[in-house]
């Protein structure tokens, strides 16, 4: 046997609910659309959505424990994280802007967008910290290995990140193309997106476990 139906909806939920609450990937989604676009928002939910199937593995095989337990290990991630994310507020911070046809002409590739999902999740060692205290409490020995239910958990709070942020990449898309017709607001809204990460690489730099 495996994880009952209303465990299985029950945990659905609450990992919608959390993909809702403000936290620094749905910021990440956010900033992210709202300055270069839908499109953008979604790569780089596609690219935190890989970053979880790694903290999912991690959980399932153990690795997440060594993150718990060592402090050198959560340390260094978490500053690789945050520089990444001082990095990407600089380049924010300086962005100039375009107006009207033209502010589409340097949008970043598919693939940087991808990536940028990608390095913003894994390099946040509390995600694995928070996996391995949130899965176990929706797992039941007595339905079969564990390995299996903490997989089939992780792929769905994947599913319920990616309805969530799919949504939050296509509303703040919409309205930064508004945005991106103004010059002075194109500005404002790079301003807001460094400071957005600004913020995201202080608190993740100053992360306790």
Same mark, same amino acid.
């Given at each position: 046997?495996?994880?009952e139906?209303?465990q ?11 993909g *809702?609450?403000p936290?620094?990937?749905?910021? =990440?989604? !956010?900033?992210?659309a709202a300055q +270069?676009?839908?499109k %953008?928002?979604? &790569?780089?939910?596609?690219?935190l959505?890989t970053g979880? *199937?790694?903290?999912t593995?991690?959980?399932? =095989?153990g !690795?997440a424990a060594?993150?718990? +337990?060592?402090?050198l %290990?959560?340390t &260094? ?7 990444y ?10 962005a100039?802007?375009?107006q ?13 967008l991808?990536r940028?999902?990608?390095?913003m ?15 176990p409490?929706?797992?039941?020995p007595?339905?079969g290995p ?7 958990l ?5 599913v319920?990140t990616?309805?969530?942020?799919s949504s939050?990449s ?9 945005f ?21 690489a ?8």
């Open positions: 046997m495996m994880i139906p209303q299985l909806i029950l945990f659905f939920t609450t990992s919608v609910l959390l *809702l609450a936290g620094p990937d749905i910021l =990440f989604v !956010l900033a992210q +270069q676009g839908r %953008a928002g979604l &790569l780089v939910t596609l690219g959505c979880l *199937l790694v903290h593995a991690a959980v399932t =095989f !690795l060594v993150y718990a +337990q060592s402090a %290990a959560f &260094l991630l978490k500053v690789v994280g945050a520089a994310l001082a990095w990407l507020a600089w380049q924010s911070f300086r100039g802007t375009q009207g046809a033209a502010a589409r002409v340097d949008r970043l590739s598919l693939g940087t991808y940028r999902g990608i390095i999740n894994i390099t946040n060692p509390k995600v694995s910290i928070f996996f391995l205290a949130f899965l409490q929706f797992t039941d007595a339905k564990l390995s299996l239910q903490l997989l089939l992780g792929g769905l709070f994947i319920a990616i309805l969530v942020f939050v296509l509303l703040a898309g919409a309205l930064g193309d508004r991106r017709q103004s010059a002075g607001a194109q500005k404002l809204l790079n301003r807001i997106a460094g400071t957005i990460f600004a913020a995201l202080v608190k993740l730099v100053t992360a306790q476990r």
